[in-house]
């Protein structure tokens, strides 16, 4: 998919290469709604795209040139520039001859507003909407205004010789769904973090650059958007890992998605949304299918993971902040986290495990694809599933729960949790380690059976600090081994397994995110040599890619000397914790303590 995305907190653009939408996906997109299908500018006199930049991830800046035999004739430089709910127009046109010139501009523009699921291809499109206001079923009323009115010819303006003229028009996508906070401007975000990136020189500015324009602005903080353009949207999974991985620098993001999730955490029980006490949520969508009920995802609870990631990201703030005054606010949130996580329990064998209830994922561990978790045989495992990474989340959790008593000194709460931390480890060596195969099972299914694989999932284990001493030579071996190893990364399934497809979404490709938590369980256990190479390969991967970004996944064949590696069509750009795993991979390479 070869666009162009732009966003500021809930507004973003899908854009082809010209920057304007007109097919597929391409769009105005704000609150999960396109607003817009179409958008184009129409110039008279025609004129010829020179070059696009962009600046920054919420500006496009580009120089149009008409030429009459070899000399140029007239010149545009057009500034797209996103804001939250409003996007501006700035044409500045310059007249490069001695006679008075004539120019123009034209919109060509469709309405939408359908839901981004729809706009995807994942839900029945509904009938035609293509004027510039809607009202939903639910009363939620949404429209597109221009600011000036264009005329229905366009707007002219008349240059004299070497004259100039600018045109500035607004273009707001009205919505009452808006929250009512600001995010931090884009300088003070980045002068939190390192200024000096030594050899990650333009990946790293690139990648805080997107960590900033992922961010949603909410009441309780700024909280990172998974990623562009299907998942702009507070994930509980990916919003916890991204928190984590730019820490100590990103501290109130590290605040700010802890207190959101807290606000949201699961009250009741609720099969159509997965909810249940305790739980930390998957997602948050405000598109129509989602707020009238169509979809479960208004408040969607279908992860296994995120609730054990609560605990963790908050025992890492603790431990880089000292801010005890969070922990104590926070405290009814994680202890019901914690009585979650041992309800999760569903048949008493000490793991964690998901049924899920069929009204949204099926599978609910960050492998979400129906089709991720199988046998050696290619056989699809039956939940309920307990997932070989997720027992790692649990084990840290456990730990960092010991370690949220302690600081409170609460020394007997702090004792249990650590045995019952200890007593996990042990049945995670028992029940997952495979001798034959020198890795961990990928999960466990409904009776017990483990799904025997090689995967990346046992990297997790390894960056939870799940892993016997004594076995992690013989698991970096094989996970550095062909089967897993490409050369850009960790394949997220082995070669040799029956469903290994290296195009396919997590049987086989690599997730740059996936592999730098590889990276961390290196450094965790004083791999550093191990743990530079992974970090040299994601660096020369990103580097490998036009933008110098690391997208969201790349396909899982052997790395080709002098060749970027294959991409994966679909594939966000920006990604939140891919650009959260360079800072991660800098901080790893920097010395800086990890747990």
Known sequence: MNVVPLKEDDTYLVLNGEGFALEGAEG???????????????????????????????????????????????????????????????????????????????????????????????????????????????????????????????????????????????????????????????????????????????????????????????????????????????????????????????REVAKGVLRYLARRQGTAWDPWREEEPGKILHEVRLGELSRTGRLPFARYYGTVDATPLFLVLLGRYLDLTGDLSLVRTLRPHWEAALGWIQRADLDGDGFLEFQPSGSGLAVQAWKDSHDSMSHGDGRLAEPPLAVSEVQGYAYAAYQEAAKLYRALGEEGLAEGWRRRAQELFALIQERFWLPDLRTYALALDRNKEPLRVKTSNAGHLLWAGAVAQDLVPELVETLFSPELWSGWGLRTLGTGEARYNPLSYHNGSVWPHDTALFAGGLFRHGLLEQGRRVAEALRELALSQPDGRLPELVGGFPREEGYPPVPYPVACRPQAWDAGAVVYLYSLERGVRVW
């Open 28 to 250: 105005f997109y704000r609150h999960d709604t396109r607003f817009l299908s179409r958008y184009r500018l129409r110039f008279r006199p025609e004129l010829t795209l020179l070059q696009t930049r962009f600046p920054r991830p919420d500006r496009l800046v580009q120089d149009w040139a008409r030429f009459e035999g070899p000399d140029g004739e007239v010149y545009l430089r057009r500034v797209l520039e996103v804001h939250r709910g409003k996007v501006v127009e700035r044409l500045e046109w310059r007249n490069l001859t001695a006679l008075p010139l004539e120019v123009g501009v034209a919109w060509e523009v469709q309405g939408s507003f359908v839901d981004m699921f729809q706009a995807r291809g994942w839900h029945a499109q509904p009938s035609q909407r293509d004027g510039l206001h809607y009202r939903a079923p639910d009363g939620v009323e949404q429209g597109v205004a221009f600011l000036p009115e264009p005329p229905p010819e366009g707007f002219r303006l008349q240059l004299p010789p070497r004259g100039r003229g600018e045109l500035v028009v607004e273009v707001r996508l009205e919505s009452p769904l808006e929250m009512p906070a600001r995010l931090p401007d884009y300088e003070a975000f980045l002068a939190g973090f390192p200024q000096e990136a030594g050899p990650w020189g333009p990946v790293w500015r690139q990648a805080v650059l997107d960590l900033r324009a992922l961010l949603l602005a909410t009441p309780e903080g700024p909280v990172p958007a998974a990623g562009i353009p299907w998942f702009v949207a507070p994930f509980g999974r990916d919003s916890l890992l991204t928190a984590f991985m730019i820490l100590p620098w990103g």
